[in-house]
């Protein structure tokens, strides 16, 4: 299993490419021969307890011993705030994030992050695929809208899904390809 370490490379791309042998994203061109796994990556994360709370705490407690009544108030507001915030802070302890990771021949890492699990298999199975297959593909994965649209724009012999660019060439590699 990859685990992320200083030679991971952590992306979020809101479209892949696969054009013939190729992986497109970003501004990155991988060749799927030099691809030596691919594999799915639990990134979850529980975020730790603010160090804040354990100030709040204290601070109401000790407001509500002191026998002046206006800082007695603050004391139950300071709780009451604590409270809502501990409330807030169990719903959103979890962080989940899932991605694709790329293990390249060289050794280095890439992992496409997303926070969908099962549309992170297709892309494994997809990828699987293609890797397995003499077939040339052309497919556009949306990572937004969790789509895989094959691509049969332009069929010349085996190139398949190739545009045609006539100009200048502006942006990132992957709206270009």
Do not use: C
């Amino acid at each position: 299993m990859i685990t992320t370490s200083e030679k991971s490379n952590e992306i979020k791309t809101p479209t892949l490419k696969i054009r013939g042998k190729t992986l497109i994203f970003a501004n990155s061109v991988y060749q799927i021969s030099n691809i030596a796994s691919v594999s799915l990556v639990d990134l979850s994360a529980e975020k730790s307890m603010p160090k804040y709370f354990l100030w709040m705490l204290i601070g109401g407690i000790v407001l509500l011993f002191i026998p002046m009544n206006q800082l007695r108030v603050l004391g139950v507001i300071i709780l009451g705030v604590l409270i809502w915030q501990f409330i807030e802070y169990q719903k959103n302890k979890l962080t989940e994030r899932y991605g694709v990771g790329l293990e390249l021949s060289s050794g280095t890492t890439t992992v496409i992050i997303s926070k969908d699990w099962g549309f992170l298999k297709k892309i494994v199975l997809v990828i699987n695929e293609i890797m397995n297959s003499e077939e040339l593909k052309a497919l556009t994965i949306h990572m937004d809208q969790r789509t895989i649209n094959e691509d049969q724009s332009i069929n010349i012999n085996k190139m398949i899904g190739s545009n045609l660019n006539t100009g200048t060439v502006h942006g990132d590699i992957v709206n270009n390809v």
